[in-house]
């Protein structure tokens, strides 16, 4: 079975640009979670959507932004590039949003450099 | 609020030897605690997961983990490393009571296994 598949895998983007990253969740699962880490740091939770709909959001600028399509799949936005905003980005999905605790699945990453 | 705090950045043991990666948490509410590891070029697994039944616990590849409330620790151990426990392990903790599935991370354990 095909885990959580993320593209592109790796990404070169200038300051000021805007990037999409996407994702796709393990079939069935509904949920789709993203995550930020940084070289060195531990991942930061960004965004979680549940069957389209946002249920958690981290402490974010408005310049990222996500939505989740019918088939679960995901994308991640993220406006105005900063140096800062180089990082891994990781897409993580499970079954369902918040009932109990649903094991999350994480993709291989989206490796973004700003320049 | 919630966190985790892992107290070595790096530990370097020797292939057979035991294993022992510590972490402490803070959390409003009865947490959910887990520890990740991520090899280089690859996806975060979960190794456990404590949901506040046992408090030992145990996981893959000879892992477990102790849950002590008095302490606020959830250290994680193995017995006897091997080579291939070489990479980057994760506290984390998940508030319960909360609406989203988001998880807080530690900032990481380095694990080095010498031959």
């Known amino acids: 079975d095909a885990g959580v598949t993320q593209s592109p895998t790796h990404l070169i983007k200038t300051r000021g640009q805007q990037v999409t990253l996407r994702c796709s969740p393990i079939?069935?699962?509904?949920?789709v979670s993203w995550y930020q880490q940084v070289l060195g740091q531990g991942p930061q939770f960004i965004f979680q959507?549940?069957?389209?709909?946002?249920?958690g959001r981290g402490n974010f600028p408005d310049r990222f932004s996500a939505r989740q399509f019918p088939n679960y799949s995901s994308e991640l936005n993220v406006n105005a590039l900063l140096l800062g905003d180089s990082a891994l980005y990781l897409c993580?999905?499970?079954?369902?949003?918040?009932?109990?605790?649903?094991?999350?699945?994480f993709g291989p990453g989206t490796r973004l450099t700003v320049l | 609020a919630q966190s985790v705090t892992q107290l070595d950045s790096h530990v370097s043991v020797s292939e057979g030897t035991p294993v022992l990666l510590r972490c402490n948490y803070s959390?409003?509410?009865?947490?959910?605690l887990f520890w990740y590891v991520q090899h280089p070029n690859k996806g975060l697994q979960l190794l456990l997961k404590?949901?506040?039944?046992?408090?030992l616990v145990k996981g893959i590849n000879g892992f477990e983990a102790e849950f002590k409330k008095s302490e606020t620790s959830f250290h994680l151990t193995k017995p006897s490393a091997h080579m291939s426990d070489a990479a980057e392990y994760f506290c984390?903790?998940?508030?319960?009571?909360?609406?989203?599935?988001?998880?807080?991370f530690g900032t990481g354990t380095r694990l080095t296994v010498i031959p």
């Open positions: 993580a999905s499970s079954l369902e949003g918040s009932s109990g605790y649903n094991e999350q699945f």
């Open positions: 079939s069935g699962h509904k949920s």
């Open positions: 959507y549940y069957e389209k709909e946002e249920r």
């Open positions: 959390s409003s509410y009865s947490p959910s």
């Open positions: 404590y949901t506040s039944a046992a408090t």
């Open positions: 984390v903790v998940r508030p319960q009571g909360t609406g989203a599935n988001n998880l807080f």
